[in-house]
């Protein structure tokens, strides 16, 4: 008999499965899809020679993630590699505001008027990063915090609305780049702690950056796998499991899940069903016959490019998606140029390039002209660099991912108590009703990202578990 199974091998089963193999637990995973990766693969998904990220391809929260940080991945193959700036934020006028590594160039970028409340904002908590990062990624209950006087500073500046914190600003470009920030996440810019998660992707922008993994976030996903192997943990894919049943026999099964699949899989009836599903996206990959030819000159040399005019219109495109339950007429868009910094990942000369618009859960429309029509306000002449592209909307994105429920790949809302508390309210998120079944997907506490600490937090619930039987 194994010690634990683990059912799902994107980046949190992945992580999950180590932290027990690391443990000296006998370990196998399983995995539906042809390869390991969920929401960190990379594919050919143009033409011959563009490798496309079909999800998450800019990375600040893995390079800064505790999880990651104490593996050796870099042996398996992982290389990060970062822009000369993490993030811009284009305006319609050619000048854009920046996330930079340096505080004082993101802060002159947002007008004098905003560089010194911007100052104010940040550095209390940047030499404290790696200790805070560590502290929230690992709550609730999974560690005691290591500095509950700063985990608590952030929480007053970030449990607010991130509505309130823009009015610490006088203009629009801080408000608008925060906006941005905020919008990664799909929640509505009123949201509960929303504060907070502009502030964290920021924070992470000056500490460790915003980097691409070279040759494609794929290399995350096979840096685990290759690590899992050497562990003496087993990868098994193309094994789809429908029941418990499909399974071998295992002291633990840890299910990297929507919350729904697992109560299907296990038989927990209506468990999870107050448990709510977020908006979609539409996503679009390109490959293009040369850069992006952006007008602001910082959005050629950042890895990460937000699109939207002003917080107005990305609050407008937020509400639309999430509340109106319509395509937006201007989609909020986040846009990533991995070969600015990686010539691996298209021909030379070749450029690869993603962009993707918020849409209503489940939405099967087409968003391609709305999302062209925003990139050539910012990048005129876009659309004559077109080689190839490949869509999907939420209906294509559920199918390549069960998790992506809906196209939400958030794996469940960012808004309201459910931001914190998910899958359900809980003092130990990571279990459910069968004492021997955990789930460790981004349906649980940190939640939605590629830097594993949901699998890292249910490992330790599972080898308590195990150790006590």
């Excluded at 992707?201 to 995350?220: D, E, K, M, N, Y």
Aim: glycine share 10%; net charge positive.
């Amino acid at each position: 008999m194994l010690d634990a199974v683990v059912v799902g091998a994107g980046p949190n089963g992945l992580t999950a499965a180590v932290e027990l193999a690391r443990r000296g637990f006998s370990v196998a995973l399983f995995e539906a899809e042809g390869t390991v990766g969920g929401g960190a693969r990379t594919e050919e998904l143009t033409l011959p020679g563009f490798r496309h990220d079909p999800c998450s391809a800019a990375h600040p929260l893995a390079v800064s993630s505790p999880a990651f940080r104490g593996l050796p991945l870099e042996r398996y193959g992982l290389e990060w590699l970062h822009p000369e700036l993490p993030m811009a934020h284009p305006f319609p006028d050619g000048t854009a505001a920046v996330l930079s590594r340096s505080v004082g160039e993101t802060a002159a970028s947002f007008g004098p008027r905003d560089a010194g409340e911007y100052r104010r904002l940040v550095t209390p908590f940047l030499h404290r990063w790696d200790t805070l990062v560590r502290d929230f990624m690992s709550l609730p209950l999974t560690a005691l915090p290591r500095d509950p006087v700063t985990l608590a500073r952030f929480g007053l500046v970030g449990l607010p609305p991130s509505t309130w914190l823009a009015r610490r600003f006088r203009d629009e470009r801080a408000r608008t780049l925060f906006a941005g920030l905020v919008a990664h996440v799909m929640a509505p810019l009123s949201g509960f702690a929303t504060s907070a998660i502009g502030l964290v992707f920021a924070l992470a922008a000056h500490t460790r950056g915003w980097p691409v993994a070279r040759g494609g976030s794929q290399a995350i996903s096979d840096a685990l796998a290759g690590y899992l192997r050497e562990l003496g943990g087993s990868v098994h894919t193309d094994y789809e499991v429908k029941r418990l049943d499909d399974l071998p026999p295992a002291r633990a099964y840890v299910f990297d899940t929507s919350p729904t699949a697992l109560a299907r899989i296990v038989g927990f009836g209506d468990h999870y069903a107050r448990y709510r599903y977020g908006p979609g996206v539409f996503k679009i990959d390109y490959a293009l016959d040369g850069p992006v030819p952006w007008t602001a000159p910082e959005a050629r040399r950042a890895g990460t490019v937000q699109i939207g005019a002003d917080s107005a219109e990305i609050g407008a495109a937020l509400r639309a998606a999430s509340r109106e339950k319509r395509a937006p007429d201007a989609p909020f868009l986040i846009t990533v140029q991995p070969s600015v910094v990686d010539p691996t990942r298209a021909p030379d000369g070749k450029h690869v390039f993603w962009a993707y618009g918020h849409v209503p859960h489940g939405w099967d429309g087409d968003l391609t002209d709305a999302i062209e029509r925003q990139l050539e306000r910012f990048a005129p002449g876009f659309r004559d660099r077109v080689l190839a592209r490949a869509t999907a909307g939420p209906p294509q994105l559920a199918a390549r991912n069960a998790n992506y429920v809906g196209g939400d790949i958030a794996t469940g809302a960012v808004s309201g108590l459910q931001t914190l508390l998910r899958p359900k309210l809980s003092l130990s998120p990571y279990t459910t009703p069968h004492p021997a079944v955990f789930i460790c997907s981004q349906a649980t506490p940190p939640g939605p990202g590629v830097h594993g600490m949901p699998g890292h937090n249910a490992a330790k619930a599972v080898w308590r578990r195990l150790r006590q039987t």
